[in-house]
Every structure is written in C-alpha cells, then in structure tokens.
C-alpha cells in the first residue's frame, strides 16, 4: 500500500523565481492539505483540497495557490519566491471530510520537498 | 485563534528513563488531539490520536497519552525510554466542528536519549 509521495525531494531556487511541487496521496485517500514547516517550527497550515477545490486556507498570501487533479494528486505552486519561504514542504493526505458535520479522520504526511530559496 | 504549546523545545535524557512531554492547548470548544513523531531522515508519522472516549489513549512503540479537559492539556509519556525513541515530537490539534479538520502543531520538541 503505497504512502503520501512527493516530488522533488530537494529543490534549489533563487529569489523571484517560481516553483512546483507535487504531492500523491495515500490510496484510498482524495483529500491532500498542504503544510509548511520552517526550520525548528512545527508545520503550518497552507491550504487543503477536496473534489478539485480548495476547500480551507491558512494565513498564506496568493504568492501560495494549489491544484487538485481528477487522480486525488495535487501541485503547490510558489510564485515569486522570498528567502523567507525556505522551508520543508509537506503533504498531508486522508479520506473525505464531508464538510458537513465533526471532522474525525486522520492525516498522513508524506516525507517532504526541501526547498531553499536563494 | 486557537494555539498549541509544547512546554519543553529540548529534552535530553538517558535510556530507562521516564518521559513526560507536555502540550496545552487554547480552544473553549471540542477538538481531536493529535502526537506525531518526525525520526531523523523520516517523516512525520502518527504515534496515537484522541477523538472521544477513554482519556486515556495507547498509542503505538509504547507511547500513551492522556487527554485532560480541564487543564486544556494532552500529555505525551513513556515509562522507559531506548535510544531509538530520539526524534522531534509534535503535539497537533484539530477542531471537531471544523468539518476540513485543518491542524494546529504545536512548534515540537526534540527529545535526545542518550546510550
């Protein structure tokens, strides 16, 4: 049973440039949330996608947008990088939350993209 | 906004020893509480979760929790630590009524055991 995969695993930029990640997630899973995790903080909350959708944002400025194909996959995509979003990137992965009544599944992360910001 | 605290940023402590990570959290309504473990070079992996019931939550490698209301807190501990157990811990929240269940983490301790 194949985890959350991401791609790349590391990733070089500079400054004003642009990026993409992409995120698998668990089967049997079709919701992906997004985190970013800076060094020695805990991970925060970017943004989550459900039926192609984005369905909940964190406090990310638009720089930060998202994409959830028809196979569960998605992208986050970075614009006009800052030195300041240097950071590991996570997904998170679970099942259908019904946006209807209490939450009670669990996320599961997959090992992460480093990204540096040069 | 809600938030969660992890009282202690660094533990260092000796294998056999007990442990005993902290973690408050500031939110009036029901929540879903969460520990995850990150081990060096791997990812975060769930080590147990409480959503209702008994307080008192096991969890996986010998890890337990126990949930008390009144003091906002989930408390992580093991009775004996080994070396293999050194890894950064995070305390993680969600709110039951958020129907997206988008997580809060607290900012995580690194816990060293020692040989």
């Known amino acids: 049973d194949a985890g959350v995969t991401q791609s790349p695993t590391h990733l070089i930029k500079t400054r004003g440039q642009q990026v993409t990640l992409r995120c698998s997630p668990k089967s049997g899973h079709d919701t992906v949330s997004w985190y970013q995790q800076a060094l020695g903080q805990g991970p925060q909350f970017i943004f989550q996608y459900y039926e192609e959708e984005e369905r909940q944002r964190g406090n990310f400025p638009d720089r930060f947008s998202g994409h959830q194909f028809p196979n569960y996959s998605s992208e986050l995509n970075v614009n006009a990088l800052l030195l300041g979003d240097s950071a590991l990137y996570l997904c998170?992965?679970?099942?259908?939350?019904?946006?209807?009544?209490?939450?009670?599944?669990?996320?599961?992360f997959g090992p992460g993209t480093r990204l540096t910001v040069l | 906004a809600q938030s969660v605290s992890q009282h202690n940023h660094h533990v260092i402590l000796s294998e056999a020893a007990s442990l005993e990570l902290g973690c408050n959290y500031s939110y009036g309504g029901t929540v879903n509480l969460f520990w995850y473990v990150q081990y060096p070079g791997q990812h975060l992996q769930l080590l147990l979760k409480?959503?209702?019931?008994?307080?008192l939550v096991k969890g996986i490698k010998g890890f337990e929790a126990e949930f008390i209301k009144s003091k906002f807190s989930f408390n992580l501990r093991k009775p004996s630590v080994q070396w293999s157990d050194t890894a950064e811990y995070f305390c993680?929240?969600?709110?039951?009524?958020?129907?997206?269940?988008?997580?809060?983490f607290g900012a995580g301790t690194q816990v060293v055991v020692t040989p």
């Open positions: 409480y959503f209702s019931g008994d307080p």
């Open positions: 998170a992965s679970s099942t259908s939350p019904s946006g209807r009544g209490p939450h009670t599944d669990t996320q599961y």
């Open positions: 993680a929240v969600n709110v039951r009524t958020d129907s997206w269940g988008k997580l809060q």
